[in-house]
């Protein structure tokens, strides 16, 4: 069967792209091995810009973490949540091809050019006859058709570019990325979209607070969403007004009467007891799509990524109350280091767990806090500091360095890290790296926390016990004695303290046996 021109240009963008990314491989890396950081940057940055669509939405879950954003030069990179170009469109004749005559005809009128773009969709300002002024978002020509092949490009981009340049902990790549595009393909899913954004509608509509546009479901179809339209100053500007100096609490006030702070605090308490409340969560905060409205109100806008709670909650709320501990200045590396290892290495940590009871049957031997001691030394060792004054700074990035630091260059601690909920989590570390970027890190995150937390602990007592599964203790030595010898590979000197600390803490001799025969070999 011939092809149409509609599929010769599809396959000539293929070819185009696939040509592209594989230049731009050859030439981030050659920049990074002679340590050309901020030239790697922009290179990466403005090419992905220029291609838009999926590797723009890679680039607003990396871009408002510190180092992208003070190491790429261009003053119109802010552009990329709200303002990007958008595709030429007869918005007419899609509208009646979309819905038809009948439900066409209630809509009064749209105007004919988008007043925004963001990476697969394009959004114009219209009126239904019954008043309501509405957005009508429309999905980007030709997006489903490239889209897979798009993400097999950017996977190899990351696992040949971006992995090398964070070695700290073993991630499971294949699964972090594999979420990332799921989530991504789950964006041009407009009727899925449409039915979460009715689900957190239902949730908020009388919330004092915070804002979600009424979706008309019977107006919209695979390719467009209705919404009620939502005034207010975007967060992007708002960021962008604060990288020109001008104070942000201040200019949110003078232009909307609100209280920045105080709507940023409530926006991330609700988010944050939604992972324990709602069968998901906003997963793409980004400052696109955030509103500061009049009369203390966020609007929320663009529910294409939802973000789903983890199956282990007792770990998540464990991680939650680390983090604020560290915030509150009441932390410890041993303790943080623990609640992560809980949440990111389950194995190891029932592992560990298995052994301590197996051993210590009633006792109060704890293998996990062993480990997490040695953890701590080497983390001071390390820093020459402390979480408690990692926590006081006003930069989210503090508290992956503080993990990262905690297994230190090369994963001295050998951890084989599995991303759960990375939805979930990426949702979290963008709400947080929105506050670095305003500079209201330290005025926000603390207080909202704080209260979540408190609230989760009175709603949700039993996410405080630990209900971790046991596991064989077979299948726990083999786990531990797997762990060991990557820890030996790569540092033998922690390898011995750590194979001491368990060794030391061993009544059985048999377990000690089996461990050091394991090693061995």
Not at 178 to 197: M, N, P
Not at 433 to 454: F, R
Not at 458 to 474: H, R, T
Request: overall charge negative; hydrophobic content about 40%.
């Amino acid at each position: 069967m011939a092809k149409t021109p509609y599929d010769k240009a599809i396959a000539s963008i293929k070819r185009s792209r696939t040509k592209r990314l594989a230049r731009l491989i050859t030439k981030s890396y050659l920049l990074y091995r002679r340590k050309q950081d901020e030239q790697m940057y922009n290179l990466i940055c403005e090419e992905f810009m220029s291609l838009g669509g999926v590797y723009v939405k890679f680039l607003q879950g990396v871009l408002l973490r510190s180092t992208i954003m003070k190491k790429w030069h261009n003053p119109e990179k802010l552009n990329i949540f709200e303002n990007l170009d958008h595709e030429p469109l007869d918005i007419g004749q899609l509208l009646q091809t979309e819905l038809g005559k009948d439900r066409l005809s209630n809509i009064a009128l749209i105007q004919p050019e988008p007043f925004a773009a963001g990476s697969f969709g394009q959004v114009y300002y219209a009126r239904l006859r019954s008043g309501e002024t509405v957005i009508v978002k429309v999905l980007r020509p030709m997006v489903r058709e490239l889209l897979k092949h798009d993400l097999k490009l950017l996977s190899r981009f990351y696992k040949t570019f971006f992995i090398k340049m964070n070695k700290n902990m073993a991630v499971d790549i294949d699964t972090a990325f594999k979420e990332f595009a799921q989530a991504t393909l789950r964006e041009t899913d407009y009727k899925q979209e449409a039915g979460f954004a009715t689900e957190m509608y239902q949730r908020y509509k009388n919330h004092p607070t915070i804002f979600v546009p009424k979706t008309y479901l019977e107006l919209c179809t695979d390719n467009i969403i209705v919404q009620d339209y939502v005034d207010g100053v975007s967060m992007a500007h708002i960021v962008k007004m604060h990288e020109d100096g001008v104070d942000p609490v201040q200019y949110a006030h003078d232009t909307t009467g609100s209280d920045l702070t105080f709507l940023l605090r409530e926006y991330g308490y609700e988010s944050l007891i939604g992972i324990f409340e709602m069968s998901k969560i906003q997963g793409d905060p980004h400052p696109g799509n955030l509103r500061v409205m009049k009369n203390n109100r966020i609007g929320l806008i663009d529910f294409g990524i939802s973000a789903k709670p983890p199956t282990d909650m007792h770990g998540m709320y464990g991680l939650l109350e680390s983090y604020n501990g560290m915030l509150e200045g009441s932390q410890s590396a041993i303790d943080m280091f623990e609640h992560g290892l809980r949440f990111f290495v389950n194995d190891l940590y029932r592992s560990l767990r298995t052994i301590g009871d197996y051993l210590d049957k009633g006792g109060d031997r704890d293998y996990v806090n062993e480990v997490s001691k040695v953890a701590g030394k080497v983390f001071y060792e390390a820093t020459g500091t402390d979480i408690i004054t990692l926590g006081k700074s006003n930069d989210d990035a503090s508290v992956i360095i503080a993990i990262n630091k905690l297994v230190n260059k090369g994963n001295r601690f050998g951890l084989v890290v599995k991303l759960e909920a990375s939805d979930m989590l990426r949702a979290i570390q963008t709400y947080t790296s929105m506050l670095s970027s305003l500079g209201l890190y330290q005025k926000v995150m603390p207080e909202t926390l704080d209260k979540a937390i408190k609230h989760i602990r009175e709603e949700f007592p039993e996410v405080a016990i630990d209900n971790s599964e046991s596991m064989d203790i077979s299948t726990a030595i083999e786990n531990i004695s797997n762990w060991l010898e990557r820890v030996a590979d790569r540092d033998p000197m922690l390898f011995s303290q750590l194979a001491e600390t368990i060794r030391s803490q061993s009544k059985s001799k048999d377990v000690q046996l089996e461990l050091e025969g394991e090693n061995n070999a």
